[in-house]
Structure formats: structure tokens, C-alpha cells
């Protein structure tokens, strides 16, 4: 990955921020987002995901009415090859020391840019440093993890306190700290990377649609002996869900997209290989079958199974890093994955 093959001159910072049909959120963003980058001496590259709605062209007329555009430049691809692919137009699009992706439907509070960059500076061995998430109350959100593994699907399937607390080293959501803290990965909503990072381990995996690029993104970075940082001290509302349909369907337990379980194929496949993938798809059917078990037994639990998941998570088993399926229907070949050490 050559991102010095971009045109302008370095900046300090590149704000990358994926629209596909929020132009509402994005333009919310925006307005805090402008103010900061404009501080910092950096540049904010909107990516449109080729939105079917008028989005364009309403991101064209805040840039414009807003005298935004010597901050904002507005790209607009002519495809939607989901999350991972849109962050890597806006990265080659511009020449940074650091590289902010940012969700579309977040908020920064006040000084949120100002203290990423000044604590990667304090630390040069961190690769990737994540703030705060919450609610719009300040309420935290979970966005430190430890690695998705075979076994944590035990406990994924199970949603069963004993089995939870038996198995509590793999779990994987952190509890949320006010101190500084290294997790293994953390959430791509928003976090701050060092361009090293990119030189050192490539983009962003384009052969995930949506979902579980983020934690494989980390896990390559850590193989190359960087650190991941988060950085409590700023704070950035994210109004989870917004940019995506994935949480509000787990939440009423609706079948997920069909990318949502080809993205957690790839994963369990690239770092663990084939028996790994199939030991996280038999042991989430083990847990499956304690929670269906415990629920009839008992009237009030419900098995929190998204509808056809105990199906849904072959798919791709025999063909782990075949084409996805594009939300539309289509299926788009992946790129050839670049050599990754399994653990």
C-alpha cells in the first residue's frame, strides 16, 4: 500500500467518513466534525458509497453552502463495495500522518481530534488509538474487545450466566474503563490510525462487505507489533445502528444480512483456518443448544438466536473467501487476501 501515490501535499490528519444514503447524519457529523479538522490542519474525505438516493447532491449543497470545501472533498464511487472498500477510496485519497475513520452516524464532542493525535504522539508504539463511545445521555458503549476465537461462539450462542462466567477470559466485550487501556481490537466507529500502520500491514480487507474488518484490521496490525489504545479522554457520540441495519435486527432477533455471516466466515477462516472456522461454528451450535434448551425450560427466556442463525452460520463454510454477496443481490468476486499468520 503506497499512500504517498496521493496528489496534495501531506496533512496532519485525513477524517474518512462513508456515506451510503444518511446524508442527514452525515451532514450532522459534519458539523462538528469541520470545525476540529479545520483546527488541526486537516482534510475530511467523504466517500458516497454510489447511494441510490440524492445524497450527493445534498453533501454537495452543505459543502458549498457551508464553506466547507477547503476542508471537505466529496468522492463519489461509483460503487458500494461496503465498509472496508469505502474507508480504502477515502485513504488513497489524501496523504496523512494519520487517518480518523469515522462513522457516519457519530457526533465529536469538543476537542475529541485534538486529544487522539495528542496522545498518539505521547505514544508512538500504539497503532491505533479509539475513544470513548456513548450515547447521546454520555452513557458508555462497549467498544473494546478481546478477539472473536473458536470458543468465544460458546458463549455467543449460550447467552447463559454460568457458561458466560465459566468462560470469562474469552469473553468478548470489555467492560468500559475511564483509564487508558490496551484491548485487542477495538471498534472502527471511530479510531485514529498511524499511516505506518497502513505501509506495514496494507488496507482495510475489501473481501468483507460489512462487519468483522475491524477486528481482523487490528489483529493484522498487532501481528506486526502494534499496539491498540483507547483513550477515554475524548469522546465521540455514536448513535449505534444508524449506518447499518445489523444491531436493530439482532435486537428483534431478525434474520441478519447474508454478508454479516460472509464477513464472520473470512474471519474465523483467515485467522484460524478451516478447523478453526468449523470448531466457532460447533461450538456456537453447542451454546444454541443450551440456550434452546434453558428456554424450554423456563417461560421468560427467550433464546436471543437471530432467526435462521443456526443455519446461517455455514455459509460460505466450503467456500471461505469466495465472492460475497452484495446486498443487491450480486456476487462480488473478493480481492486475493494478502498472506496472514493464523494463530
Known amino acids: 500500500m503506497t499512500i504517498e501515490s ?40 467523504l466517500v458516497d458509497n454510489a447511494s441510490p438516493d440524492d445524497s450527493v447532491e445534498s453533501l454537495s449543497r452543505w459543502i458549498r453552502e457551508n464553506d466547507a470545501a477547503d476542508v471537505v472533498e466529496l ?39 485534538a486529544k487522539l493525535l495528542a496522545r498518539a504522539t505521547a505514544d508512538p508504539d500504539s497503532g491505533l488509538i479509539s475513544p470513548r463511545l456513548q450515547w447521546p445521555d454520555g452513557t458508555p458503549q462497549e467498544s ?67 462487519y468483522f474488518e475491524d477486528s481482523e484490521f487490528c489483529a493484522r496490525a498487532r501481528d506486526a507489533g502494534w499496539r491498540v ?12 445502528g ?18 454479516f455471516y460472509e464477513s464472520r466466515t473470512r474471519y474465523f477462516y483467515e485467522r484460524y483456518g478451516r478447523g478453526g472456522l468449523l470448531a466457532a461454528n460447533l461450538f456456537w451450535t453447542l451454546g444454541w443448544s443450551v440456550s434452546s434448551i434453558r428456554a424450554a425450560l423456563q417461560s421468560r427466556y427467550q433464546s436471543p438466536a437471530c432467526e435462521a442463525q443456526w443455519r446461517d452460520i455455514w455459509i460460505h463454510f466450503w467456500d471461505p473467501l469466495g465472492p460475497y454477496t452484495h446486498p443487491s443481490g450480486q456476487a462480488i468476486p473478493r480481492r486475493t487476501p494478502r498472506a496472514r499468520q493464523r494463530r
Open 229 to 240: 489504545l483507547h483513550h477515554p479522554e475524548a469522546r465521540v457520540v455514536h448513535l449505534r
Open 75 to 113: 468522492i463519489a464511487s461509483e460503487t458500494n463495495g461496503g465498509f472496508a472498500a469505502g474507508n480504502n477510496t477515502g485513504i488513497r485519497s489524501c496523504n496523512a500522518d494519520y487517518y480518523l475513520l469515522l462513522n457516519s452516524d457519530t457526533l465529536l464532542e469538543d476537542g475529541a481530534i
Open 242 to 259: 444508524g449506518s447499518s441495519p445489523v444491531k436493530s435486527q439482532t435486537r428483534a432477533k431478525k434474520r441478519l444480512p447474508r454478508y
Open 144 to 210: 473494546c474487545f478481546r478477539f472473536h476465537r473458536p470458543v468465544s461462539e460458546l458463549i455467543d450462542g449460550a447467552a447463559t450466566g454460568p457458561v458466560t462466567n465459566l468462560l470469562a477470559r474469552y469473553d468478548v466485550p470489555i467492560r468500559v474503563e475511564d483509564a487508558d487501556s490496551f484491548p485487542e481490537w477495538t471498534s472502527f466507529a471511530c479510531v485514529l490510525i498511524r499511516a505506518e500502520v497502513f505501509v506495514d500491514v496494507g488496507l482495510l480487507d475489501e473481501g468483507f462487505f460489512m
Open 6 to 45: 496521493a496528489d496534495e501535499c501531506k496533512v496532519p490528519i485525513c477524517v474518512v467518513v462513508v456515506n451510503y444514503r444518511t446524508p442527514s447524519m452525515v451532514i450532522d457529523c459534519l458539523r462538528t466534525l469541520v470545525p476540529q479538522v479545520r483546527d488541526s490542519g486537516g482534510r475530511v474525505a
